[in-house]
């Protein structure tokens, strides 16, 4: 992992996520850097990007791989891009913690 995909905030962290919508299946497939150096989480969500319902499934995707409850997790930028800030309220030492060993490739 080159870069951090997300930013501890007072009362949880933001992660950085590329979606594509659309896909096979729901899956976060690791992070992936972009050419100017920011880092993202790749998501993958069957669902369609109309009427909210491809950050719906990403939001409910992201709940269950960090194993926390969906009202935790929230669009906070980006609802109409496929590059988004997500906000997941919490613990911000317990998040960032869980995100580093989930983000990072098995060696």
């Not at 690791?30 to 369609?48: C, F, Q, S, W, Y």
Request: proline letters at 4%.
């Amino acid at each position: 992992m080159r870069g951090v995909f997300f930013r501890k905030e007072r009362d949880g962290v933001t992660l950085f996520v590329r979606l594509t919508p659309k896909s096979a299946k729901d899956a976060v497939e690791g992070v992936e850097a972009t050419v100017d150096g920011r880092a993202h989480l790749k998501a993958r969500v069957r669902a369609v990007p109309e009427d909210g319902k491809a950050n719906a499934a990403l939001e409910k995707l992201l709940a269950q791989w960090l194993g926390i409850a969906a009202r935790d997790v929230s669009i906070g930028a980006g609802a109409t891009s496929r590059l988004k800030q997500v906000k997941i309220s919490g613990d911000p030492e317990a998040l960032a913690s869980k995100l580093a060993r989930l983000g990072s490739p098995d060696e």
